[in-house]
């Protein structure tokens, strides 16, 4: 379920950054959400930058876990 665990942290600096060094450490449940209230160095889709006034806009990461997909599902994505 999404939502089941919600992470919040007043600053980082990238909620996917956050998201993927929890995952590196086998710390990160499918369904979870990490938010913010302002990010340092946000990332948006094909590396471009993601800037969010601070406190004042929805920062977040939702880490789904596809275990039923083929890999060529997963890149359309």
């Known amino acids: 379920m999404i939502g089941q665990k919600i992470i919040f942290k007043d600053t980082v600096d990238s909620t996917n950054n956050y998201a993927a060094n929890l995952l590196v450490q086998g710390e990160l449940a499918h369904g979870t959400v990490i938010m913010s209230g302002q990010q340092t160095a946000g990332k948006g889709q094909r590396g471009a930058n993601w800037l969010a006034e601070p406190f ?10 596809y275990d039923n997909l083929s890999v060529q599902q997963r890149e359309s994505i």
């Open 56 to 65: 004042k806009n929805l920062i977040f990461t939702c880490y789904i876990k």
